[in-house]
């Protein structure tokens, strides 16, 4: 019968830290290697079989689990918020972090997290460039308003960004001075380079193959664009992960967190533990959903006669979560089925 060896990772950016045990908790070697695949290729030759490995998501995990995936038996990936040993201890140092990682690990008690398949992480690294970009674009737009305001510049704030418009204030404003005229410019000129840039990599996701099929399905729902749909596809990864509408709306971060102990109860109107990208996409696409959806009108109405405008948009934004699942889940385009009254 073979034994299995449990190895904890602790990753950084230059080194990674490892510690090997077997079963009995009894270290079968330990030490660091260099974050580089050739370094790792001539440690895994020194590895016992058959082994299983663990390491704490981080922005390098990605391409470390890639390499070792194929090579271990099993591989897995902690969730940094809830590996409380770590972070709880007295004495901290890269050997110790890798030592315990591996005891979770040995005696199962490792926070697993989800990782997505490599092909959908290559290109949901995609998408939130994009979202970059678009902040960085509202950066820019902001600035020229600001420079405006800075002069005393009279201006229209619906039609400033308009190419016709911002040509015309540059041309006829008298208080616009020269250095003020090409640092606008060089904003502008910004604004439109990052435009460009950002509707080519979200017309390269819509017509990938991989994605094409899943997102035409998903904006078939009323409100859902390109850009929620993508969002969704992409940050979600795989559907079925999911065996509840409720624990998708957990993991969208549209649920408020409960702290009690005794008899004090405490509530927060949304938690913290969440995928802020799909929070953010989902509030923004709740905001315009009543204008296209008859249902989600209704809805958002009869949340906000209860006072509170928020809470309404939020109920809607977990009503399009329940859309969104079902029709990722069942795979067909989306329909509105009326329920029919029989006669007794």
């Not at 990753?11 to 790792?40: F, M, N, P, W």
């Not at 906000?304 to 699942?325: C, F, I, P, Q, S």
């Amino acid at each position: 019968m073979q034994i299995m060896y449990y190895i904890g990772l602790d990753v950084h950016k230059r080194t990674i830290s490892y510690c090997v045990k077997d079963g009995s908790g009894q270290i079968y070697a330990e030490g660091a290697i260099r974050s580089t695949r050739l370094d790792l290729d001539e440690w895994m030759k020194t590895l016992p079989q058959p082994w299983t490995a663990a390491m704490e998501a981080t922005v390098f995990s990605g391409w470390i689990y890639d390499h070792l995936r194929p090579h271990a038996a099993a591989l897995k990936v902690a969730h940094p918020l809830m590996l409380r040993a770590i972070a709880a201890a007295k004495k901290k140092n890269d050997r110790i972090d890798a030592s315990k990682i591996c005891d979770c690990l040995r005696c199962d008690f490792l926070p697993e997290c989800y990782m997505a398949p490599s092909v959908l992480r290559e290109r949901r690294r995609t998408l939130r460039y994009r979202n970059l970009l678009v902040r960085q674009m509202v950066q820019m737009k902001n600035k020229i308003a600001v420079l405006l305001m800075e002069a005393g510049v009279s201006y229209n704030k619906q039609r400033l960004h308009k190419a016709g418009y911002f040509r015309e204030l540059l041309a006829t404003n008298p208080y616009i001075d020269e250095g003020l005229c090409a640092l606008l410019r060089v904003c502008r000129e910004t604004v439109v380079r990052l435009e460009r840039t950002e509707s080519a990599l979200v017309r390269l996701l819509e017509r990938d193959c991989l994605l094409r099929d899943r997102v035409e399905r998903l904006m078939t729902i009323p409100s859902v664009g390109a850009i929620t749909a993508l969002t969704w596809a992409l940050e979600v990864g795989e559907v079925q992960r999911f065996t509840s509408i409720r624990k998708a709306v957990s993991y969208c971060g549209l649920c408020g967190e409960e702290k009690s102990s005794a008899n004090s109860v405490q509530h927060t109107p949304l938690s913290k533990q969440r995928n802020k990208h799909l929070q953010t996409t989902l509030i923004e696409a709740a905001k315009m959903a009543p204008r296209y959806s008859p249902g989600l009108a209704l809805l958002y109405d009869k949340e906000r006669r209860k006072g509170n405008a928020n809470r309404a948009t939020l109920a809607v934004a977990r009503k399009l979560v329940a859309y969104l699942m079902a029709v990722d889940r069942g795979q067909r385009k989306f329909e509105v089925v009326e329920a029919s009254r029989t006669a007794a």
